[in-house]
């Protein structure tokens, strides 16, 4: 078995998607590189990635599929993980060597075990490239960074604290024995990747060391502002199938997980509505309403919670003016945050 597999979603990569490959080859010989290439049509990403599983057959397969979007490219890659772990990294990022050598030791002792650790978490970084700039995001204050662990041993998030596609590595088995199948042709899917899944989870090991390299600059990214409110659909159409997926607080029988995930939540459903009266149309404000109804309908249990958490009281407040406060509140946490 290999250690970790490692899945690069691709489409129209072919600038970047080397280096990308480059920082992943130097975690071991143990280890499976899936280039998954989205139905690219602008360049030659497929035929890059042919070339880079005929160089290394034994660590690199190539999978040639339609497009279908980059939930559609990680759920490809998870059906042909043959590793204990599975990792997504994006083709226009990359993983640190140094850091990745704590990780992939880790891993490796948990080939020998009976009940190998669910969750391996590190650090992430955002890179700023154009700005010459970079911000650390790490769990210290949230885990233990010593051992295994489970729920019971977390502490509290910060408001600007998540489990980002970037920070995690399940193991395998346990991502498919959720079921879980991210939505195809849709942005945004990494929210579900870090959620849903999470009840499932019983062990952890936090390892406290800058792997993920997260490349911010490209006017194209999805975190773009002016590209975050044309996708607005999409947000929503994520959202709800979150909200579908984890009742809460049944499905959460762990307390700090059912907290976190109310939290998780609520994030999703400030950026739905700060966006929507971003745009501020008549037509933007009615899917305001229809998300925040969606939710009392669906999931009741995360309504109660999620309607009261002090993330989400700034947002709806009536008015002009309440829409300015909630778009003035989002813009400084921004800034004070770092997240985009």
Sequence with gaps: MKTMSFAIPCYNSAEYMDKCIESILKCGDDIEIIIVNDGSTKDNTGEKADEWAAKYPDIIKAVQKENGGHGSAVNSGLDAATGLYYKVVDSDDWL????????????????????PT??????????????????????????????????????HFSPSQYLLMHSVFYRTELLRGTGLKLP????????????V?????????????????????????SVNESVMMGRIDQQL???????????LPGDVPQPKLRGYMSNYLSMMMVICSIFLRMINTPEAEQKRKEIWDYLKEKNPGAYKKVSKNILTLGVNIP???????????????????KFN
């Design 197 to 221: 899944p999470l009840p499932f989870v019983d062990t952890m090991r936090y390892i406290p060391v800058d792997a993920y390299r997260y490349f911010i600059g490209r006017e194209d990214q």
């Design 184 to 195: 195809e042709h849709c942005f945004y899917v990494d929210n579900i990747f870090v959620y």
């Design 96 to 115: 640190d060597e140094e850091a990745m050598k704590s990780i992939m030791d880790y891993a490796r002792e948990q080939l020998t075990r009976e009940k």
């Design 237 to 247: 159409r994520i959202t709800r199938f979150m909200i579908d997926a984890v009742q």
């Design 319 to 337: 008015t002009e003016f309440g829409r300015r406060i909630g778009i003035g509140g989002y813009h400084i946490a921004q800034k004070i945050f």
């Design 118 to 155: 669910d969750l391996i978490i590190g650090n992430y970084v955002y890179e700023k490239v154009h700005e010459g700039t970079r911000a650390v995001m790490g769990y210290k204050n949230v885990f233990p960074t010593d051992r295994e662990f489970g729920w019971a041993d977390v502490k």
